[in-house]
């Protein structure tokens, strides 16, 4: 099983980044997927999820209306499209395979002027 995040970087407040999750190793079309990320000191904190259909998506109240995922089984990937950045979005991004406890490295995102 590997989970490779990518698309990470510096952006400034207002920007946008594209996080990839590229996934191998499992039917990943048969899994539900999370992104979460993390503040050094601080707990991992959930972001987003997406059932394995594409039909059921949630995240957490402070990414509503700025972040999108969403997934293409036949890349085997998913994506966070996150737009409107704030300084609070920076952190460690990591993407989960639901209750299997997989988790990617991670990728960082910066946020700041």
């Known amino acids: 099983v590997q989970l490779v995040e990518s698309g990470g970087g510096l952006v400034q407040p207002g920007g946008s980044l594209r996080l990839s999750c590229t996934a191998s190793?499992?039917?990943?079309?048969?899994?539900?997927v999370s992104w979460y990320r993390q503040v050094p000191g601080k707990e991992r904190e959930f972001v987003a999820t997406?059932?394995?259909?594409?039909?059921?998506?949630a995240y957490i109240d402070s990414v509503k209306g700025r972040f999108t995922i969403s997934r293409d089984n036949g890349k085997n990937t998913v994506y966070l499209q996150m737009n409107n950045l704030k300084l609070d979005d920076t952190a460690i991004y990591y993407c989960?395979?639901?209750?299997?406890?997989?988790w990617g490295q991670g990728t960082q995102v910066t946020v700041s002027s």
């Open positions: 190793g499992f039917d990943f079309h048969l899994f539900a």
């Open positions: 989960n395979i639901n209750n299997m406890g997989w």
């Open positions: 997406i059932d394995s259909g594409t039909k059921n998506l």
